[in-house]
Nanobody
Framework: QVQLVESGGAVVQAGGSLRLSCLSS????????MAWHRQAPGEQRELVAR???????FYSDSVKGRFTIDRDGAKNTVYLQMNSLKSEDTAVYYCAAAKMGVTRYNYWGQGTQVTVSS
């Protein structure tokens, strides 16, 4: 079992920046992809950013140009750098990982709250 632990959530003013971290108990290069999702109250969980084992990335249109997903293999950590934060970015952010050969996300962190105040 892969355990994922998110950290870095906080209250930040609109226009500010925040960096979330996801520490994996497994070598992050032993999974096919790692991703950040978010869920606001009353909303469906949505994919925010993804990085595949080969390094290719994907971003949702709502965060493209503002958020960056990155990783540190030595630390088994994936980051989400969030800039120019907006009130609509307020949500619980979840880290997830997909096993090799599996299309769905098999492992999830507990989530970390990000609140953007106006």
């Amino acid at each position: 079992q892969v355990q994922l632990v998110e950290s870095g959530g906080a209250v930040v003013q609109a226009g500010g920046s925040l960096r979330l971290s996801c520490l994996s108990s497994e070598n992050i290069f032993m999974v096919s992809a790692m991703a950040w999702h978010r869920q606001a109250p009353g909303e469906q969980r949505e994919l925010v950013a993804r990085i595949n084992v080969g390094g290719s990335t994907f971003y949702s249109d709502s965060v493209k140009g503002r958020f960056t997903i990155d990783r540190d293999g030595a630390k088994n950590t994936v980051y989400l750098q969030m800039n120019s934060l907006k009130s609509e970015d307020t949500a619980v952010y979840y880290c997830a990982a997909a096993k090799m050969g599996v299309t769905r996300y098999n492992y999830w962190g507990q989530g970390t709250q990000v609140t953007v105040s106006s």
